[in-house]
């Protein structure tokens, strides 16, 4: 299996790495409620997930009509706080896990690190740590952030090397609330992580918002040229080069 990623729309990214196919924060209908996907239809999964990664609560990133598309055999990966919500829509095997904590799927390692953004799931709850991922194996590393903001320490995440770094450059509307990056913002992680290609994700979902990853991009090129951003529209796939290609980076 090609070690690769595939954007399918708002946050919503299929990792292949260490011949696992992993799932982030499943979005896979057309609406929610007033978040509309755009553009691109609603994604369809060819084959179930080994495994799906859940950031945080808020109904854009753990939304019941996109997880009754995933097998309830498939391990759900989620904040401590999120497991029996998710058990109570029939999942069987949730893992919680805390931050610096670490599950392993077939060949791939899966770690909780920090994020800065709210973890209340509206309107009832439960409220739960919000959190972003490391994926590790075949010798590669990749950071998926979910949603936040920079907070102190994010630099330690790029400590050892990132391949790749998934990094929200909006929300939902028209609007940015705190716990976010803007695409400049986003620019300014890139900063921190040192990743060797970045992918703006969480965009897409109005019109008007198909820009911030171009914004992204060109903040990028002019203060951190040494990272390499790539625009995804949702269904793209990047294949991450092979090793001895990234060693003579």
Do not use: C
């Not at 609406?31 to 109904?59: E, K």
């Not at 050892?160 to 929200?168: E, F, I, K, N, T």
Request: charged content about 20%; aromatic content about 6%; glycine content about 12%.
């Amino acid at each position: 299996m090609t070690d690769r990623v595939t954007y399918l729309g708002h946050a919503t990214v299929l990792i292949e790495l260490a011949n696992q196919r992993i799932l982030t924060d499943p979005v896979l209908t057309g609406r929610i409620t007033f978040i509309r996907r755009v553009p691109g239809a609603a994604p369809n999964l060819a084959a179930q997930p080994d495994a799906v990664l859940i950031s945080h609560g808020h109904q854009d990133h753990l939304h019941l009509a996109s997880m009754k598309r995933v097998s309830g055999d498939v391990p759900i990966i989620a904040p401590r706080g999120l497991g029996r919500l998710i058990r109570r829509w029939g999942f069987k095997r949730v893992e919680e896990l805390g931050v610096g904590e670490t599950v392993a799927i077939g060949g791939a390692t899966i770690t909780a690190v920090p994020a800065d953004h709210s973890g209340f799931r509206p309107p009832w709850g439960p409220t739960a740590e919000s959190i972003g991922f490391v994926v590790a194996g075949d010798g590669r590393r990749i950071y998926f952030a979910g949603d936040t903001d920079i907070y102190p320490g994010m630099s330690d995440i790029g400590r050892d090397g990132l391949d790749l770094a998934l990094l929200p450059v909006w929300g939902w509307g028209p609007r940015l609330g705190p716990g976010h990056l803007d695409p400049e913002r986003a620019a300014d992680a890139v900063g921190l992580l040192r990743p060797a290609v970045a992918i703006p994700i969480h965009w897409g979902t109005r019109q008007h918002l198909t820009e911030p990853p171009r914004r992204m991009a060109d903040a990028v090129a002019a203060d951190h040229p040494e990272t390499r951003v790539v625009i995804l529209a949702p269904g793209e796939a990047y294949s991450l080069p092979p090793h001895e290609e990234r060693a003579s980076r």
